[in-house]
T-cell receptor
Framework: ETGVTQSPTHLIKTRGQQVTLRCSSQ?????VSWYQQALGQGPQFIFQ???????GRGNFPPRFSGLQFPNYSSELNVNALELDDSALYLCASRRETNYGYTFGSGTRLTVV | GNSVTQMEGPVTLSEEAFLTINCTYTATGYPSLFWYVQYPGEGLQLLLK?????DKGSNKGFEATYRKETTSFHLEKGSVQVSDSAVYFC?????????????FGKGMKLTVNP
């Protein structure tokens, strides 16, 4: 198994811009979740996808959106970036229920 | 809603010292409980978990017991090593509307000195 890979590792964007973060999960991992981890805080749940459909969402505005693809990759899109969006974004995936999540190393987004 | 409260630190220990990191939770139902570890520059790694009351999770010398009566899941290790230096997160599983998300505490940074 190759683990969960996220790209890019670091990114700097300007306020108001849009950004796409990518995640490549292990084969067979049909559930993927995205988390936002602000500096010094625990990760906060953004949303979850199961078999390419969103099936859970945390307390994040609609400008945070996602996609999951049949090849077990996924994307997190953030529109109209704000300074407070600066954080580490983590992708986590797993197989069916009761299997633990595997986390990627994250993408560090800085909004200036 | 469900929540996790844990010791925040930072904490500095000497090698071979005893470690306890307190974690308490608030939840409806019977969530699974987890400890995750985050090494510098890396993502989260599952350290151990427990899925029901009185279960004990253990891994790499770390242990935690699911205590329903005190709603706690404290992490312990009898003798820490320099390589245990990391940030430790307590978490519970929550299943809103059929999905499953993890609710994390704020994390505790541990530094172990030789």
């Amino acid at each position: 198994e190759t683990g969960v890979t996220q790209s890019p590792t670091h990114l700097i964007k300007t306020r108001g811009q849009q950004v796409t973060l990518r995640c490549s999960s292990q084969s067979g991992h049909n559930t993927v979740s995205w988390y936002q981890q602000a500096l010094g805080q625990g990760p906060q749940f953004i949303f979850q996808y199961y078999r390419e459909e969103e099936n859970g969402r945390g307390n994040f505005p609609p400008r945070f959106s996602g996609l999951q693809f049949p090849n077990y990759s996924s994307e997190l899109n953030v529109n109209a970036l704000e300074l407070d969006d600066s954080a580490l974004y983590l992708c986590a995936s797993r197989r069916e229920t009761n299997y633990g999540y595997t986390f990627g190393s994250g993408t560090r987004l800085t909004v200036v | 809603g469900n929540s996790v409260t844990q010791m925040e630190g930072p904490v500095t220990l000497s090698e071979e010292a005893f470690l306890t990191i307190n974690c308490t939770y608030t939840a409806t139902g019977y969530p699974s409980l987890f400890w995750y570890v985050q090494y510098p520059g890396e993502g989260l790694q599952l350290l151990l978990k427990a899925t029901k009351a009185d279960d004990k999770g253990s891994n790499k010398g770390f242990e935690a017991t699911y205590r329903k009566e005190t709603t706690s899941f404290h992490l312990e290790k009898g003798s820490v090593q320099v390589s245990d230096s990391a940030v430790y997160f307590c978490a519970l599983s929550d299943q809103p509307g059929g999905s499953e998300k993890l609710v994390f505490g704020k994390g505790m940074k541990l530094t172990v000195n030789p």
